[in-house]
T-cell receptor
Framework: KNQVEQSPQSLIILEGKNCTLQCNYTVSPFSNLRWYKQDTGRGPVSLTIMTFSENTKSNGRYTATLDADTKQSSLHITASQLSDSASYICVVSARGGYNKLIFGAGTRLAVHP | EAQVTQNPRYLITVTGKKLTVTCSQNMNHEYMSWYRQDPGLGLRQIYYSMNVEVTDKGDVPEGYKVSRKEKRNFPLILESPSPNQTSLYFC?????????????FGEGSRLTVL
């Protein structure tokens, strides 16, 4: 069964600290992996999209990594800011047809001053 | 500005009263989709559309209908809403579904069914 699992479920860090969020998937065949940021009550916004051949992709202070062999991805946030407080969603696309998107449940990050 | 627009943003209704949530995109995207989001669960797909007049069920289609008569619009219809359809709904669009094009989401529609 195609699944995407994220950990931790929630995380609290202090402003200025770094953190890493994890995403493990069992989706096959794999097409691409995306990370989204969702502010409370708002629609998700894309951070990165990575294909099979990409190991790392950055978007400002956000860096995503992908290990297609172990089917793991991580999202590293550097020098966190209060505005980073949000849910971070990992989404994996399965190859075939329109390439179905499988969503993780998200990690809720709170950045405290 | 590229955007996906949903209306209404908030709605309280009663069991059995038909309602429609509209979704419109201005990016000429072929793919559009509806999701619901409930506490502790990931986004779950309700219906999707690959193009005009082409729609198909997602993972949780029961109790919902959709139509795609025009490329830009993809309304979600609840013929007889029930309390278990109380949820936060998102419409999204992209060039090509999950093939690599960015998926753009609307701001969400929070529905309460009493």
């Amino acid at each position: 069964k195609n699944q995407v699992e994220q950990s931790p479920q929630s995380l609290i860090i202090l402003e200025g600290k770094n953190c890493t969020l994890q995403c493990n998937y069992t989706v096959s065949p794999f097409s691409n992996l995306r990370w989204y940021k969702q502010d409370t009550g708002r629609g998700p916004v894309s951070l990165t999209i990575m294909t099979f051949s990409e190991n790392t992709k950055s978007n400002g202070r956000y860096t995503a990594t992908l290990d297609a062999d172990t089917k793991q991805s991580s999202l590293h946030i550097t020098a966190s800011q209060l505005s980073d407080s949000a849910s971070y969603i990992c989404v994996v696309s399965a190859r075939g047809g329109y390439n179905k998107l499988i969503f993780g449940a998200g990690t809720r990050l709170a950045v405290h001053p | 500005e590229a955007q996906v627009t949903q209306n209404p943003r908030y709605l309280i209704t009663v069991t059995g009263k038909k309602l429609t949530v509209t979704c419109s995109q201005n990016m000429n995207h072929e793919y559009m989709s509806w999701y619901r989001q409930d506490p502790g669960l990931g986004l779950r797909q309700i219906y999707y559309s690959m193009n005009v007049e082409v729609t198909d069920k997602g993972d949780v289609p029961e109790g919902y209908k959709v139509s795609r008569k025009e490329k830009r619009n993809f309304p979600l219809i609840l013929e007889s809403p029930s309390p278990n359809q109380t949820s936060l709904y998102f419409c999204a669009s992209s060039r090509n579904g999950g093939q690599g094009g960015e998926l753009f989401f609307g701001e969400g529609s929070r529905l309460t069914v009493l």
